[in-house]
């Protein structure tokens, strides 16, 4: 199985930045292993289902990794609003 490259990730991750990248790669994860961990985001239940064990190991890492990514871009919401000034 070949492990990732940067190439391969920033094909298929969106919004990971250099860190991110190397933190991935650091994981020592194939392509397949990236695969598992997108499918466990994406919608947990069907791989449930279909019996298989919860992610584990380097997938479980990816896991963690992509989901901290998903809470970064679930904080880019719409700006706040200014607090009103006194006059």
């Known amino acids: ?5 940067r190439d ?12 991110t990248i190397a933190r991935i790669i650091g994981t020592g994860a194939t392509v397949d292993e990236l ?3 997108q499918a466990w985001l994406a919608n947990d239940e069907p791989m449930i ?6 992610a ?12 901290e990514i998903d809470e970064d871009g679930d904080e ?5 609003s200014p607090a009103p000034t006194e006059n």
Do not use: C, F, Q, Y
Not at 1 to 5: H, I
Not at 76 to 80: E, H, L, N, Q, S
């Open 49 to 54: 289902n279909d019996l298989r064990p919860l």
């Open 1 to 5: 199985m070949r492990r990732l490259s």
């Open 35 to 37: 695969a598992e961990a």
């Open 8 to 19: 391969d990730i920033v094909k298929t991750v969106d919004r990971a930045d250099d860190v």
């Open 76 to 80: 880019d919401g719409p700006a706040p």
């Open 56 to 67: 584990h190991g380097r997938v479980r890492e990816l896991v963690d990794i992509l989901s």
